[in-house]
């Protein structure tokens, strides 16, 4: 297979050369690396949200729109299939870069991650890269700077010349696009925090609404969480069984029932407070090859209409 990196470069020279009509805005910084705005101060789009998870997933994922409905009314939802869910994810898609410098502050997700594969999750899929150029989707309320790029080319040992960063803010079309593409790779996340082989996921589908754009980056995490923990649906075919699949879904938390803003604000903000397990779709089905098929969590419909005030 080639480097994540490499197909994901060849989604950025898409986005930059369809920028127009993406409603993409391309920075050129002083070292020769790119800013690609996908909704900080570009409005955002749904197009250019579903060509960024496919950026994010280094080309190894199905991406798509369908129109569905949150409590009788008409909601757009994003869908994502993948056959490949260790690298497309995990090692790819998976929001774990923390990006902190004196003046910017956002999170890195990517196949840029497996060029410096120091996460507990490359160890546990047993990969990473070498490549010329960095690809690192950023979500921030602020584009990177020279420092930004600067340090993303120190951690992965390639040029500055070679460093992609597109950016958007969680509350933006695309970052609203983006969460909702977000619901398999949770579920594929959990179970490997469960302690099952993530090389034994055979294929990962999800979708979810795409929440309403907020006006601030802590009421958009609320959306987009919102939407996953009750309105995400996956569906896993898995080679080995376990007994720890009811744990997979959202629905295995004590807060349960609860909009995110509601469970944010009584670990008064700080993220850190914040139990990971609630990081989950609302359902999960997970069908083991040649064995079960488990069913486990449920939709709750009422949670959203109550979060997005529909």
């Known amino acids: 297979m080639e480097s994540l990196n490499r197909m994901a470069t060849e989604l950025v020279d898409e986005a930059i050369e369809f920028a127009d009509e993406l409603t993409v805005d391309v920075h050129q910084l002083t070292g020769d690396s790119a800013v690609l705005d996908f909704g900080v101060e570009a409005p955002g789009a749904i197009e250019a949200g579903l060509l960024l998870v496919e950026i994010q997933t280094a080309g190894l994922a199905t991406v798509q729109a369908r129109s569905g409905t949150v409590g009788g009314t008409p909601r757009t939802h994003v869908e994502l299939s993948t056959d490949q869910p260790a690298l497309s994810l995990l090692c790819a898609g998976k929001g774990g870069w923390e990006l902190v ?87 594929v996340y ?37 939407a996953v923990m009750y309105g995400g649906e996956v569906h896993l075919v898995v ?46 089905t997970v069908d083991v090859v040649g064995g079960e098929t488990h069913t486990v969590g449920e939709t709750a419909e009422d949670v959203l209409v109550e979060s997005y005030g529909l």
């Not at 990962?204 to 959306?223: I, R």
């Open 101 to 187: 410098t004196d003046s910017f502050e956002g999170l890195g997700s990517g196949p840029a991650r497996a060029l410096v594969a120091e996460e507990d999750i490359f160890d546990r899929v047993g990969y990473a890269e070498s490549f010329d150029f960095a690809v690192l989707a950023v979500e921030s309320d602020q584009l990177p700077d020279e420092a930004v790029a600067q340090r993303v080319a120190d951690r992965t040992g390639v040029p500055e010349s070679g460093v992609f960063l597109p950016t958007y803010a969680a509350a933006s079309i695309t970052g609203s696009v983006v969460g909702a593409a977000r619901a398999a790779e949770l579920a």
């Open 190 to 226: 959990r179970l490997t925090e469960l302690g099952y082989d993530p090389l034994d996921v055979l294929s990962a589908t999800g979708s979810a609404p795409v929440a309403p754009v907020a006006g601030d980056e802590s009421t958009a995490m609320a959306y987009t969480n919102d």
């Open 239 to 284: 080679e080995e069984p376990f007994d720890r699949f009811d744990e997979v879904a959202s629905t295995a938390r004590s807060e349960y029932g609860d909009p995110f803003a509601d469970i944010f604000e009584a670990v008064d903000h700080d993220y850190a407070e914040l139990d990971r397990e609630l990081f989950a779709p609302a359902q999960v």
